[in-house]
């Protein structure tokens, strides 16, 4: 099979190439602004780009963006159950902690990622190469922290508050934004 150079592709090669050198260079990436903003990049700024397959591109474009936060979401699923707790908890931390972000970072920067882990408390957790901002990462060791945190307190209350403020008096209010976001 004879490969063709630049000049012998047809438009619809130029672009599939574009498509998977983007998805093979931000492979396991969640922020899907800036990901759509480099696929963008690769059809319609490009001189070449061909106006009537701009709808069936975008199309492509949103299954892609579907089918990564689908693999986000089994993983989230598959990791609290693999620490005995229950995946809708810890999507509600998430989405009190972060909101999804897994960018996130609070508590005037000690704070990181989905599940909002502090580095300084908790680094020992990291293997190495391993960064609180991947995804994966910060929901393993935001499960393994509330596992063990579960299992040391009698009920889910204290282990929120512990989980949020580091200790298990005061105010129960994290707790009870977490179980709205359950409901």
């Known amino acids: 099979m004879k490969i063709k150079t630049k000049k012998e592709k047809n438009e619809k090669e130029i672009q599939i190439e574009r498509v998977r050198a983007c998805m093979a260079r931000y492979k396991g990436y969640t922020n899907n602004t800036i990901f759509l903003s480099y696929l963008y990049h690769a059809f319609y700024a490009c001189p070449t780009a061909i106006a009537d397959k701009r709808a069936e591109d975008r199309i492509l474009i949103v299954k892609t963006v ?11 699923e598959e990791t609290a159950e693999s620490y005995g707790i229950s995946p809708k908890l810890v999507k509600a931390i998430i989405e009190v902690e972060s909101g999804g972000n897994a960018n996130a970072v609070g508590d ?13 408390y908790h680094a020992q957790r990291l ?8 995804p994966k990462v910060n929901v ?15 009920t889910l209350d204290e282990a929120l508050t512990v989980y949020n403020a580091g200790h298990d008096t005061g105010d129960r209010s994290y707790a009870n934004r977490v179980y709205e976001e359950m409901e």
């Open 66 to 76: 579907q089918a990564e936060e689908v693999k986000q979401k089994d993983y989230i």
């Open 108 to 120: 005037d920067g000690n704070s990181i990622g989905l599940m909002q882990i502090q580095p300084r």
């Open 127 to 134: 293997k190495d190469g391993e960064s609180l901002l991947d």
């Open 140 to 154: 393993r060791v935001g499960c393994e922290i509330l596992s063990e945190i579960m299992d040391k307190y009698g």
